[in-house]
């Protein structure tokens, strides 16, 4: 199906959201000479209204989104576009243009990556890095203790907080050996689907 450009004098209304974390990161045009540059180069290019020409999102600061896949509303006037973005979205520095109160584990793990990929003075995750595996290693492995530990323990505050960093490592310890969360989130789909309730099988139970 093809947009319908004949509403809104040509322009097609478009939601960027992130592929990985499911954020939604900004709303922007496009005429149909954006959408086939779109298409086109695989990165976003949007029609700017005010200064009345195409402009590529990121073209200034670098920060381009590249398409990983496109859906038209029912009406085929309005279009999401799954983007894996290379920066920040929003002009300000933030992630965002409608504010960076989305976190989740993929929030994070893009943020070690950025932290390994681009090191700064005074990094942990820089350090951990530079220390190399076994270090990383050993920090899953105390913080999988402190787990435990609280909860033998009963602290559900000390639980939380130690969970988090095991979570922290760990993903730490997947951009060391250069797995994806996302393959990670993929494995546990298809088990999922393959097991949508858990099976007993004498002693084991397999979810």
């Not at 000479?33 to 600061?61: I, M, P």
């Not at 994070?108 to 290693?137: A, F, M, N």
Request: negative net charge; glycine residues 6%.
């Amino acid at each position: 199906m093809r947009p319908n450009f004949d509403k809104a004098d040509g322009l097609l209304s478009v939601i960027l959201q992130d592929s990985s974390t499911g954020q939604v990161l900004m709303n922007g045009f496009m005429n149909e000479e954006a959408y086939e540059k779109t298409l086109q180069d695989n990165v976003v290019w949007f029609y700017s209204r005010s200064k009345e020409r195409l402009w590529k999102k990121g073209e200034t600061s670098g920060h381009i989104q590249i398409v990983k896949s496109m859906a038209l509303d029912c009406d085929a006037d309005a279009l999401l576009i799954q983007v894996d973005p290379q920066g920040p979205t929003c002009h300000l520095g933030t992630q965002s243009c409608f504010g960076d109160d989305h976190f989740n584990l993929q929030t994070l793990s893009k943020i070690v990556d950025q932290k390994v990929d681009y090191p700064q003075e005074g990094s942990y995750t820089s350090y951990l890095t530079e220390e190399g595996l076994d270090k990383i290693l050993k920090k899953c492995g105390e913080e999988m203790t402190e787990v435990v530990i609280a909860a033998k323990n009963n602290d559900r505050q000390e639980l939380v907080n130690e969970t988090s960093d095991l979570f922290y490592h760990m993903l730490v310890l997947l951009k060391q050996q250069d797995v994806s969360l996302k393959e990670v989130e993929d494995n546990l789909e298809i088990r999922h689907g393959q097991n949508l309730s858990y099976k007993v099988r004498g002693n084991i139970e397999e979810w």
